[in-house]
Structures are given as structure tokens and as C-alpha cells.
């Protein structure tokens, strides 16, 4: 199973960015997806996850309320909209999945990891 995550890129405080995240060699029903990210010289940091079945989205709550995470089963693909983007959101950004019920923040439920996506928010 290979995850190619995209869309990032230099964003103004205030602007908004929308990342996806590409399943293949795998059934993309069958994966809970989340959305992770690590800035320089700090830990990384679980965002956002959606589950397989229904399709329900969580989020940390640094991101709550500005974030918001979907999937498109037919496109394979999930999705990571990001809106009034802060500088403390400067990171890589990486996308993960697991085949298993529900999903949450941690790291190490996710088999499946793709590279990183660079989001750069301007003051």
C-alpha cells in the first residue's frame, strides 16, 4: 500500500490550503486514514483521522474548528482542508492509514505512511 500526500505549499496567515492523500495497491474502503505533521524541532503531532465505514472525522483540538477532513472512496483519496492558517502551522504534513474499525491520533495504529507535504505559512 503506497500514500502520496500533496498540496502544500507557502500560504499567507489567514489563507487556506487543501491536501490529499492518493491510496493505492491497497482497497481504500478498507482504510482508516489519518493526517499527522512534525515541524522542526518538535514532536509529531496527530491531526485528524476518518474512519473506514462511516466516514466520521476527528481532530485534535489545536485544529478543531479551522481543519476539516473527508474521503472519496471512488477517487481513493482523502482530503485535509485547512483554513485560517496560523504560522504555528509551518510543518510537514503526512498522511497514514490502517485497515481496522474507528481510528484515533495515534502514530502507531497507522501501518501505512506516505511522504511528507510542506506547508508554510507566512506572518
Known amino acids: 500500500v503506497q500514500l502520496q500526500a500533496s498540496g502544500g505549499g507557502l500560504v499567507q496567515a489567514g489563507g487556506s490550503l487543501r491536501l490529499s492523500c492518493v491510496v493505492s495497491g491497497g482497497t481504500f474502503s478498507s482504510y482508516a486514514i489519518g493526517w499527522f505533521r512534525q515541524a522542526p524541532g518538535k514532536e509529531r503531532e496527530g491531526l485528524s483521522c476518518?474512519?473506514?465505514?462511516?466516514?466520521?472525522?476527528y481532530y485534535a483540538a489545536s485544529v478543531k474548528g479551522r481543519f476539516s477532513m473527508s474521503r472519496d472512496n471512488a477517487k481513493n483519496t482523502a482530503y485535509l482542508q485547512m483554513n485560517n492558517l496560523l504560522p504555528d502551522d509551518t510543518a510537514d504534513y503526512y498522511c497514514a492509514a490502517f485497515a481496522g474499525q474507528g481510528c484515533n491520533l495515534s502514530a502507531n495504529l497507522y501501518r501505512y505512511w506516505g511522504q511528507g507535504t510542506l506547508v508554510t505559512v507566512s506572518s
Open positions: 476518518i474512519t473506514r465505514n462511516d466516514g466520521r472525522a
